[in-house]
């Protein structure tokens, strides 16, 4: 009973701190604030609610069935499809961090087949951020203008992903290098996102004792703080260098340090073609 009556007022205590906490960390100035606290609300209450329902289907389309019969597992195989089915939905509704959290979780062998063949189709796509914004997270990052470091700098991103877009410049040098500039305010959506889904899986874990999700939230924010550090990246790429040094068929572009930050990533841009 005491578990009945916690898990309503968790999910509550949910909604709350996404409003909280995301009206204390958005800018205010020229209603951006507004914005991002509605912004961040809607993905929240969107999460909120879609779990809420997947719990529900669970706890009433399994009731009265024998664990371990054909019936269970028939009925569990459909459950666990249709609710995958709604985490895919969400994550491609709410895009960023879901994407990542839904591609995360379709890699884990230990999760129901019917998650892995759905949220496998995520695909780590977004629709590129303004160029105005953009150029802001630049200059901020490496502490110049635009213009003083490129000689050009393409205004239309030539790749978009969920947490970055990559846009093709030449330095004064005549140098051609890719850009790949990360979105503004990601780490704050992230601290959120995070945050919602923690609250949501202990809300699971109320309802379903035997399920525990923090370990794998924790490996998935330790992997996504590790992802939006792009000198990591950086040296991931160097390393890679060392390794084929003596290979003449792999080629692996230049960092360019200098122009190079958690949020900014500058390399020799690499005509090729995709796998």
Known sequence: MLRRRRAPLLLAAAAGAALATT?????????????STFHGVARSSRAIYTIGFVVVDYKYSLRGLVPGSADYRGK???????SAKKLLR??????????????????LRQVPKEYISTLSCLQDQATPCKYQDIKIVIEQN???????????????????ASIAQVHRGRLNNNQEVAVKVQYPGLERRMKLDIMTMSLLSKYVSLIFPDYRFEKILLEFERTMSMELDFTQEAKNSERTTSCFRKNDVVKVPHVFWELTTKEVLTMEFCTGHKG
């Open 23 to 35: 009206s204390a960390t958005s800018p205010s100035a020229d209603g951006l604030g507004v914005a």
């Open 76 to 82: 569990l195989s459909e459950v666990h499809l249709r």
């Open 90 to 107: 969400l994550c491609e509704a709410n895009r960023g961090f879901y994407v990542k959290a839904g591609q995360f979780v379709s890699s």
């Open 142 to 160: 490496l502490g110049r203008d635009l213009h003083g470091i490129f000689l050009e700098f393409d205004e239309h991103p030539i790749a978009a």
